[in-house]
């Protein structure tokens, strides 16, 4: 079974520049979500997806970030403009969406880092 | 809302040797998960042990337990016999049990290095 893709793996970009991330989910899977991780921190939600709506995005500065799942399969996450702050890695994770059932283990891509200058 | 701590930015453990992580979290729920997350370097993060609050006993996986004092609010692991292979940051997390919050809170992980 392949897991989840993201892309792409290593992004540098100078501050006020857009950047956009890619997530292919495991397949049938209904939950997707994006956490932001910074250097010495554990990874902070930013939005999570259940097909194509979204369930939670109050952790998502919405005046530079924007992300869509529009058939509820892969995802963007858009960051424009970047500020240096934004520097972290993007972690795309995904599970079945069965709620709250301690089953519905959430399964972690590779991540993007994001470097701003 | 929910926060949860680990104490041990890094940890070191003789291979063979057994170790414990600590973990402690604060919620006012009654009903929530909580996960231990290995991310070992460059690689991505997987989940090495679950505990349902609802259960009064210890998970285990293999070499990995849990010690869950739900009244305490504390949750660590224990590796045992460890292995090269366990080096890697782990990091704790809280689940909500309440539908729609399904998003995981992690602490900041500790790094865990293995002395061959």
């Known amino acids: 079974e392949a897991g989840v893709a993201q892309s792409p793996r290593y992004k540098i970009i100078e501050k006020r520049q857009s950047v956009a991330f890619w997530c292919n989910p495991i397949s049938g899977h209904a939950t997707l979500y994006w956490y932001q991780q910074i250097l010495g921190q554990g990874p902070k939600l930013l939005i999570q997806f259940q097909n194509n709506g979204v369930v939670d995005d109050s952790q998502l500065p919405k005046d530079r970030f924007s992300a869509e799942r529009l058939k509820g399969v892969d995802s963007t996450l858009k960051i424009q403009p970047a500020k240096l702050e934004d520097s972290a890695v993007y972690l795309c994770?995904?599970?079945?969406?069965?709620?709250?059932?301690?089953?519905?283990?959430?399964?972690f891509g590779p991540g993007t880092r994001l470097t701003v200058l | 809302a929910q926060t949860v701590t680990q104490s041990q930015p890094e940890m070191s453990v003789q291979e063979a040797e057994t170790v414990t992580l600590s973990c402690t979290y604060d919620t006012s729920e009654s009903d929530y998960y909580l996960f231990w997350y290995k991310q070992p370097p460059s690689r991505q993060m997987i989940l090495v042990i679950r505990q349902e609050a609802y259960k009064q006993q210890n998970a285990t996986e293999n070499r990995f337990s849990v010690n869950f004092q739900k009244a305490a609010k504390s949750f660590s692991l224990k590796i045992s016999d460890s292995q090269l292979g366990d080096a890697a940051m782990y990091f704790c997390?809280?689940?909500?049990?309440?539908?729609?919050?399904?998003?995981?809170?992690f602490g900041t992980g500790t790094r865990l290095t293995i002395i061959p």
């Open positions: 994770a995904s599970s079945l969406g069965l709620g709250t059932d301690s089953t519905d283990t959430q399964y």
């Open positions: 997390a809280y689940r909500s049990g309440n539908f729609g919050n399904e998003k995981l809170t």
